[in-house]
């Protein structure tokens, strides 16, 4: 089965930077797209970026312009480059990846979850 392995959270300092990635096991199938979504306690999850294979990007209105996905398709590794981030960009933030198995149609991936905090 394929799973998405996330590395890279943890405590940052706001006007910091962080690098968030997530890496999907070999497996055989086509990215359609990745992102990254994130919960904060109390609220609800919501879209982060999103990225397709194409490299056609979207992003939250909160993170525009501080926030980059990236993805390298030969290694099926999706990025979040986190700069400036701010203590309410702090949550669990979730790797997705909507993927096409062969002989199957498009199925959704999560990761496990990094823990991201912004304090001083």
């Known amino acids: 089965q394929v799973q998405l392995v996330e590395s890279g959270g943890g405590l940052v300092q706001p006007g910091g930077s962080l690098r968030l990635s997530c890496a999907a096991s070999?497996?055989?199938?086509?990215?359609?797209?990745m992102g990254w979504y994130r919960q904060a306690p109390g609220k609800q999850r919501e879209l982060v970026a999103a990225?397709?294979?194409?490299?056609?990007?979207n992003y939250a209105d909160s993170v525009k312009g501080r926030f980059t996905i990236s993805i390298d398709n030969a290694k099926n590794t999706v990025y979040l480059q986190m700069n400036s981030p701010k203590p309410e960009d702090t949550a669990v933030y979730y790797c997705?990846?909507?993927?096409?198995?062969?002989?199957?149609?498009?199925?959704?991936?999560w990761g496990q979850g990094t823990q991201v905090t912004v304090s001083s």
């Open positions: 070999r497996s055989i199938f086509s990215i359609n797209a």
């Open positions: 990225i397709t294979s194409g490299s056609r990007t």
């Open positions: 997705n990846a909507k993927l096409t198995v062969l002989g199957s149609g498009e199925h959704d991936y």
